[in-house]
């Protein structure tokens, strides 16, 4: 069963807002989802309060985080999350019948980071195998060079160049894999007429990379369904669709110069993996110089700077008064794949035709014939009530034998309930009809 859950994120003033839903708070936090705009995994910790201390009473007083935890013994079981740097010390530390405690709420949300052109290419770090460490590059190369500037002293064998934005270079392989799809993935456009010039290059471009955890659109996020709103003082200063559904963020509408970049393509989408790219650094209000950034540098409103505030620092404290004209709405269909089993059962002529519900027999009869303390007998001469319906005011109707279906029992091949599904409303079955039962369940 294939299912496309709506998503939409609302951006202001360094909160997101997921599907609209406000901050609500309850009788022991201020926002029981502890987080705003996130989700919380398994929805643990609803409507809890974060407590440091270790006491039972005290936790219970609280209405304290459910955290897990582990405790101390020969074992030597540990969280997967243990690192060398970090928990496996405090492992290392504690004493036998110490409890060590995991983190929890686990939430998700959107997040977004702004990949500057003066390091998001540029491989201005090395790696060294033998020492452990990074260094920096102290002569650069030439800075058009198509894999960056590199330095020009020797540099040992076994060192290696490291990125300064590393989640873009994660994602260059795949956008290049994509380009067949669209051009516009491509990390390297295609050459002029000249042929002495790309169209861009990304490693060297200011970028603007929003990232989706797949908790939220399942699968795959349903091509046509993104819209990307930037608002400025209330009013919609542009809007980027994947009207194409292949992965091209498409501007539909626009401020002040609609008709020069309608149309344009302000970035792409990776629908699986859920990272959506802006590269479009036109000015959509240019009259409007605002900060954007983290630090704070003032511009004019642009796609590279789209959904600032979401978890990447951007805040009235760092960018300025100004900063809470802008807000951004994010929406998109997901893509929700679920296992269902069908079944039919099948309540033939003749069968199916008694019941033991109480009701299904007359009131007030004997239910006993004889009783000991060797013999157990019901009375045979019991009759079943008349529940046919009658055309004429208090008269009965002729007996016809029929009942009342309102639970369907599955069983194994060796007889063991497994399940029961129950009917909305009973379903009547007399003597002479056949029906059947249709069961689905998601597995």
């Not at 994120?9 to 705009?37: H, L, M, R, T, W």
């Not at 030597?76 to 530390?93: D, I, K, M, Y």
């Not at 309608?262 to 650094?281: C, H, P, Q, R």
């Not at 809470?324 to 794949?337: A, H, K, N, P, R």
């Amino acid at each position: 069963m294939k299912a496309h859950p709506r998503c939409e994120f609302f951006i202001f003033d360094s909160k997101v807002y997921y599907n609209n839903v406000p901050e609500q708070s309850g009788a022991f936090s201020a926002n029981v989802i502890s987080q705003p705009g996130h989700l919380s995994l398994y929805e643990y910790n609803i409507d809890k309060q974060a407590s440091g201390s270790t006491d039972t009473e005290e936790l219970h007083a609280y209405n304290a985080f459910i955290r897990p935890y582990i405790t101390k013994d020969t074992a030597g079981s540990s969280f997967r999350s243990v690192t060398s740097s970090g928990g496996l010390n405090e492992w290392v530390t504690a004493t036998g019948g110490d409890v060590l405690y995991g983190q929890y709420p686990m939430t998700a949300s959107i997040s977004r980071e702004f990949l500057s052109a003066n390091d998001s290419g540029f491989l201005n770090e090395v790696y060294n195998d033998i020492t452990g460490r990074e260094q920096k590059v102290t002569t650069l190369g030439d800075p058009g060079s198509p894999i960056g500037p590199l330095s020009t002293s020797r540099v040992a064998e076994s060192a290696k160049l490291v990125p300064s934005n590393r989640r873009y270079w994660a994602l260059r392989n795949r956008l290049n894999f994509y380009g067949s799809r669209s051009p516009h993935y491509r990390v390297t456009g295609n050459l002029d007429a000249h042929e002495d010039s790309y169209e861009w290059i990304k490693d060297y471009q200011d970028l603007n990379l929003i990232s989706i955890p797949s908790i939220f659109f399942g699968s795959q996020i349903k091509p046509g369904s993104v819209s990307l709103k930037w608002y400025y003082t209330g009013s919609l200063a542009g809007e980027l669709r994947d009207t194409k559904r292949n992965g091209e963020l498409i501007q539909v509408s626009g401020g002040m110069h609609a008709t020069d970049y309608n149309d344009k393509v302000a970035g792409v989408i990776l629908y699986d993996e859920g990272f959506i790219l802006l590269t479009g650094s036109w000015d959509l209000m240019p009259d409007h110089i605002i900060p954007m950034t983290n630090p704070s540098s003032s511009d004019s409103p642009k796609w590279i700077y789209y959904g600032a505030g979401a978890g990447d620092g951007v805040s009235t404290s760092t960018a300025g008064a100004n900063f809470v004209s802008c807000s951004f709405d994010l929406s998109f269909e997901g893509v929700t794949e679920t296992q269902v089993i069908t079944m039919f059962t099948h309540a033939r002529k003749g069968e199916a035709n008694y019941s033991n519900n109480p009701t299904y027999l007359l009131y007030g009869q004997e239910q006993l014939q004889f009783t000991s303390s060797q013999v157990y007998e019901e009375n045979p001469e019991r009759i079943i009530a008349n529940v046919a319906s009658s055309s004429f005011t208090n008269h009965s109707a002729s007996f016809r034998r029929q009942v009342y279906i309102s639970r369907v029992a599955l069983y194994d091949d060796k007889k063991n309930l497994i399940g029961v599904a129950t009917l909305s409303n009973p379903v009547l079955k007399e003597e002479d009809q056949d029906y059947s039962f249709k069961l689905r369940l998601d597995i």
